[in-house]
Every structure is written in C-alpha cells, then in structure tokens.
C-alpha cells in the first residue's frame, strides 16, 4: 500500500504572511462574543445588557463537559444579547461588548494553582483554551480523553493550508512557549515522547525546532521535531498521525485509541503562557490575505472583532471583496460580509478579488482518477458524487462516505470542476437524516 | 445549499454582499482541455515520425481522421441539443489516435466510417466524454478491421519514399513473427532491430515509431496526465509471455515489443481515462490482463495482432475490476469472512 498512491495532493502554497510578525491590535471599537467558538454545547451568557464588563472576565459558560468558557477580550460596556448566525449555519446567541478602549484587566487575573491532575484539567477548562488549528475541540476535554492511553504528544505546526503563516510565526516567535506547553502536558499525562511535525516549506521554523529540541530533550522527555512533505492535508489529523508514527487511526474511533495526542502548537503555547500568567485566550493571530488585500499581514488581534475592523490594518484594493473566507482557502467558509467576527479558531481571513472567484462551468466526468489519487482517505469521490446525486444511502454507506474530511482535495484537482467534495457533504447529510429516520421508528 | 449553486446574496438595502460558494474556495487550473491538449502534445513526436516513415500520404490521413472526428462530435451534439463540447479537445485526441491506426494507404473514404464509429456510435450515443464504454479509436480500427480486411492491412506504403521502399517490400514484422513458427524464430525476414525503434518497418501510421511514442509516453508521465503503470504492467506482461513462449530467446521478446501497435496500445490506448480502472490497484490488473490477452492473441490466435482486440476486451471489465479492487479506505479495518 502506497507505493502507487501519494496521499494527499500538491496545492499552491501562497504563503506571503510568513515573513511578517505578528502586528498587535491593542484595542477595538466592539467585539461581538459568540457564545459557540467550540465544538459542543454552546455556553449561557452570564451578563446583560448595560454590566461594566472588564478584559478577561468569563461572560459565557456551561455546565456542559464539553465546551469551554467565553471570557471578555475588552474591557467596557455589554451593548446587547443577539442571535447571530455562525458559520456552521447554526443560531447561537452572542455578547456585543462596546470597548471602552482602556482594555482595563479583570481583578485578581494570576498564575492558576496546579498541585494535582484534575488541577491542571480545571485549569485548562478555566483558560478557554479550545484547540486553535481550526477544529475547536475544547483542550481539557481531548486532555482528559487522552488520559492514561497515549504514549506520544504529536504537536502540530504542518500549516497545509495555502495562505496562512499564524503558527508559522507562533513557532518562530513562540518556540520557547511551545516546548514549556510540551513539557507541562506530557508531565500531567505521564506521556516520555512527542514530536513537533512542520512542512517541509517552513525551512526556518525546522531549523529553529531542531536546535530548541535538542537543547531540552531529557531521557524521561524525548523531544524531535520532524519535516513532513509538503502536501495538503498533511496537517489533518488522521494524516498527520500517520506520516508521524505510522499509526493508522481506526475508522470512527479517536486518536487516543491509537496512542497519539495531537495537539495544535498555537494551543500548546498558549497553555504554557496561561500556566504562567493566568491570561486567558482572549486574542490570537489570525492571517489576513488574498487579492483583494492591499499589504498581506498576520495580526495578534482580540477575539471578536469583526473583519470589517481588521482590514483597516491591511487595507483593501477594492472596497468590496468578492469573496471572504473564515479560514483557509481549501477547508474555511465563505461568509457574505464584512461583519463576519474572529473567533477563538480563526486561523485567517482571506479576501479575495474577481480573479481568484472566477469559477468554470462544471463539465462532464472523464473518469481521469485525480479525485481518487488525491483522497487522503482513500476514498472514490466521483463514485460518491453519483450514489449522492442518485440519493442511493446504501452506496453512500458502501463507499464510506462517512469517512471523508472534507479536506476538498478531490474538488481542488478536478478538470471537469465539479462539486465533488460538496456532493460528499451533502449525501453525509443524507446518510445522518436516514439514520434519525430509522432511529425514530424504532 | 446544492452542490452547484453559488449565491451572491442581495439584502434588502440593495448592496451586493461577497459570494458565498462551497469549499474549496482554489481549484487546479488542469482543465479536460488542458490534459486533452497535453495528449495531443505528446502525440506530436509520433505524428512527425509517421510523416517522415511515410510521407505526406500519412499527414492527409491523420488530418482527415482528426477532421471527421470533430465534425461528428460537433454534429452530434447539435443534433442531440446537448452542449457543444468540441472545445474539450478530446475528438482531436480521438481523431489523431484513429489516424494512426490507420495504414497509410487506406482510401481515404473510408476515414469517416471509423470516424462515425468512435465518436458517434461508442461516445456520444453513450452520453459522450467519460461515458463510453469502450475505447473509441480501437472499436473503430475494428469495425474498419472487420470492413474491409483487404484495404487494412495492405502495408505498400508510401511509394517511391526513401525507407518506405524498403519497408513496404516486406510483409510487417508481426505477420513475419506468425508466418514463423514457433519455435523455430530465424529473425531473417525481419527488418533490424535498429529499424524497428525508429520505425522504418510496415504497420500502421502511428505505431511503428517506437522512439517518437516512448517520448511522448514519458511526457505524458512527467505532467501527471496519466500513471505509467498501465504502460509498465502491459509492456511488462507481453515481455515476460513472449520471452517465456519463444524459449527465452531476447530477440523474439524485443520484435515483438517493438513490432505491431503495442506500444501505442499501452501508451495512448490502455490509458484512455474512459474505459481504464481509476484506482491503481484496477490500473494493473487491467494493465496485466492486456498483456496477458495480447500475447494468447499473437501466439495462438489466427490473427497477426491482437493488441486492439485485447483492449476492447479489458475495456469491457473495467467495471468489475473497479468493483473488485476497490481501494480499503484509510482507517477501516480489514473484511473479515464472517457470515
């Protein structure tokens, strides 16, 4: 196996921002606080309209295992509750704080005390911390789910999307943080190994890992860093665990059943920092790039401020972009305007102008096999479009269809530009409406 | 949302919001056009080749195969008010293969007829490109195979041509091979090994030049328009029968390597998106069960080649090969033989 099939495919790499520090937004005029930046239960605003609200004061929370607090990433005014729609289509309620610019600190912010195990979960929940490469998986909860079975922390700095650089430079500006986060999470999880995995693209952050891991491995803490090809989605997790440790995660299990932890290096350092400071995630990098941006930049921004307020720090060719993505190219959502907000797993905000929106008609299929050469799942994408277009749930099934990531590499290298990817993520929906259809009958 | 539409939203105060479309929001620029451009391309050295074997005979043929072929994609279309697709190149790739399959001798009206075959009847009749069932220009060299005999395997070529004298004196090197028996292979009615590679033997236009189609083969490999392991596994298969079949005589394996529309076949035939497996295990089943059909076919069969045939044979399967070697997909865990 794999001989004749390379996983995964070639994508542009476009990554402008890689060279550009992070610019600190201090402030900004309102953040809107969706009160789902996680998956899981959606937390309870537990403020009001009119509360003085101050900079890291918890304003979302719920009882729910899983799911993780909301703090405050200004300090002033709640203006108003509201339900928005976010990006996944679901309502959810959010706090829109006005800023009074003074970014004052909530009272009593310190370093948490950490004697025992169940301290350093509590302590990660209490940081808000959700896993920061995009999915937003709360940390504590895939902490806590790790406990006992895994034997190897898999910290992962791949970065496959084209365009965004955000952990990029958090392993060039953060490296330290990373290997203090590496440290404190192997020590509370009993794990003697882990391993930084970055593309083979991001020569100086390798460069940087190596020696850095060199000069803090120990015997009872192995640390490596290791240079993965160059290939989307080599930073998605199945994939990453597999070009890593060679362990195959089993269909529809977790990768604790395997052993591995993968973590996102941008959470790992940010867990360091809050074990320090007692900070909790309130801000983070986000990539903004794409043709219609004047000067690509990355920007260590607070989380809830609207795209329309982050594109005065790069500046735009043209006022209205026609397309804006939350996320990266290949896996982020397209939004319909500039009132779209960072959330806590933003990686970047792409803007793009009429050449890169340009879309060719979709024409027949020539059966050229690039979808299933490029499926990092070894799936059959073209034969999964015609069992979703044909409604056939039993082909859907046959064909695993539930197994695909929608990474879209199967839409990315189509001649005939088909909705391949789309056509999967519509007949998965088929699949779960069947299956409620059937759990209701019985 | 469906899986085509793409919305730019329009609120109510009449500004035009930014498109909301699904992921990804970056394709290929590899359009059908550009890998059909990219065949013909890759055809290029072989067209010239033909042209030099057998002079401008061989270009009158191959641009009125690639004519007709167009003109019935483009006629049928419009007859059936479907799209146009004549611009997706592929009836050019078409046309060109049916040409060089044709002997340079054969009169010319009789061109179109395979032309209706390959594109009419085998493509559009069948819902057009990635649709048919069975390669194209093979059914077509077969149904003029099956025409007219006489006129298709005539290979007095190119008259008064500098090598086409000498190659058109002589029968084709893979009637040579048959006429021998087996066994008992001499190699002295057959032209020099030298003259096979570069292609001044008889046999049809495109497939006596192996050098030119060798070449064009790799470029196609090196973009990524197809895998070589069709090539490989179908070559590879014919080498390994005849070497065994001709008692392991290196000279018998190499004329018939070289001889007859092999190498053409596996190239630019086998490979034929359409009507080949997508997944790389079927590629080499359906490769090696070329291979194995084409050498039974030269070996045993009463014809003298057998490539076209074994083609359209496998071409048949591909369905059930796809069934059959269908890719494990990552992560599930190996079919037990439970129940």
Known sequence: MGIFQQRGIHVVHNKHTSKIKPVRIETCGEVTLMMKQHIGTPCEPLVKAGDEIRLGQ??????????????????????????????????????????????????????????????????????????????????????????????????????????????????????????????????????????????????????????LCAAVSTPELKITTAVLPSRYPQGAEKMFIYSLTKRIVPLGKLPSSIGALVMNVASVAFLARYIKTGKPLVSRTVTVDGGAVQSPINVRTPIGIQVRELIDFCGLQDV?????????????????????????????????????????????????GNCVAGCPMKLLPLKLEAAYRANDTAALTRLDAMGCMECGS??????????????????????REAQSREGSKT | ??????????????????????????????????????????????????????????????????????????????????????????????????????????????????????????????????????????????????????????????????????????????????????????????????????????????????????????????????????????????AVITFIAGGFDAQFTIYHLLGGGLILGACFMATDYATSPVNWKGKIVFAIGCGILTSLIRLFGSMPEGVSFSILLMNLLVPHIENLTAPRTFGKERKRHAK
């Open chain 1, 58 to 211: 918890v304003i979302g929370d719920t009882q729910a295992g899983l799911a993780a607090p909301i703090h405050a990433s200004v300090s002033g005014k709640v203006k108003r509750i509201e339900q928005i729609r976010i990006l996944t289509g679901e309502d959810v309620k959010a706090v829109v704080i006005a800023s009074d610019g003074q970014m004052t600190p909530l009272d009593g912010i310190a370093p948490p005390v950490i004697k025992t195990r169940d301290d350093f979960f509590a302590a990660i929940r209490a940081s808000g911390l959700v896993g920061l490469g995009g999915a937003g998986f709360p940390a504590h909860a895939k902490l806590k789910s790790a406990c006992g079975d895994v034997d190897v922390l898999l910290v992962n700095a791949a970065e496959c999307e084209p365009y965004i650089t955000a952990d990029h430079r958090e392993t060039l500006d953060a490296g330290d943080d990373v290997l203090e986060g590496i440290a404190q999470i192997a020590h509370y999880l009993g794990i003697h190994k882990a391993i930084v995995g970055i593309e083979s693209n991001k020569g100086d952050a390798i460069g940087k890992f190596r020696a």
């Open chain 1, 320 to 368: 209205r972009p026609k397309k804006i993505i939350m996320g990266g190219p290949m896996m982020g959502a397209a939004t319909p305007d500039l009132n779209a907000v960072i959330s806590k797993c933003n990686n970047a905000v792409l803007l793009f102008d009429d050449k890169q929106t340009q879309k060719r008609p979709e024409t027949a299929c020539i059966r050229c």
């Open chain 1, 410 to 431: 199967c839409s990315y290298v189509c001649p005939a530009s088909h909705e391949l990817v789309q056509c999967i993520r519509l007949g998965k929906r088929l699949l």
């Open chain 2, 1 to 238: 949302m469906s899986a085509e539409e793409e919305k730019t939203l329009t609120p109510a105060s009449g500004q035009q919001l930014a498109i909301v479309s699904a992921t990804p929001h970056l394709r290929t620029h590899r359009t059908t056009q550009a890998i059909m451009l990219d065949v013909c391309l890759a055809l290029i050295p072989a067209v010239a080749a033909s042209v030099w074997c057998f002079g401008t005979r061989a270009l009158i043929v191959m641009l009125f195969a690639v004519i007709s072929c167009v003109a019935f994609e483009a006629i049928t279309r419009i007859a059936l008010k479907r799209a146009q697709t004549v611009q997706d190149l592929s009836a050019v790739v078409t046309g060109l293969l049916l040409g060089m399959n044709l002997p340079p001798t054969l009169p010319l009206w009789m061109i179109p007829i395979g032309s209706f075959a390959a594109i009419v009847v085998v493509k559009q009749l069948f819902g057009g490109i990635g649709q048919n069932f069975a390669n194209p220009a093979i059914t077509a060299r077969i149904v003029l195979m099956l025409s007219f005999p006489t006129q298709m395997t005539s290979w007095n070529a190119a008259n008064g041509h500098a090598w086409g004298a000498d190659a058109a004196s002589a029968a084709t090197p893979m009637k040579a091979l048959t006429a021998n028996e087996l066994g008992a292979f001499s190699g002295d009615d057959l032209p020099s090994i030298l003259d096979m590679f570069v292609g001044r033997h008889g046999g049809s236009l495109g497939e006596t030049c192996a050098v030119a189609l060798l070449l064009g083969a790799i470029y196609l490999c090196v973009f990524r328009v197809i895998t070589p392991l069709i090539p490989c596994f179908y070559i590879g298969t014919v």
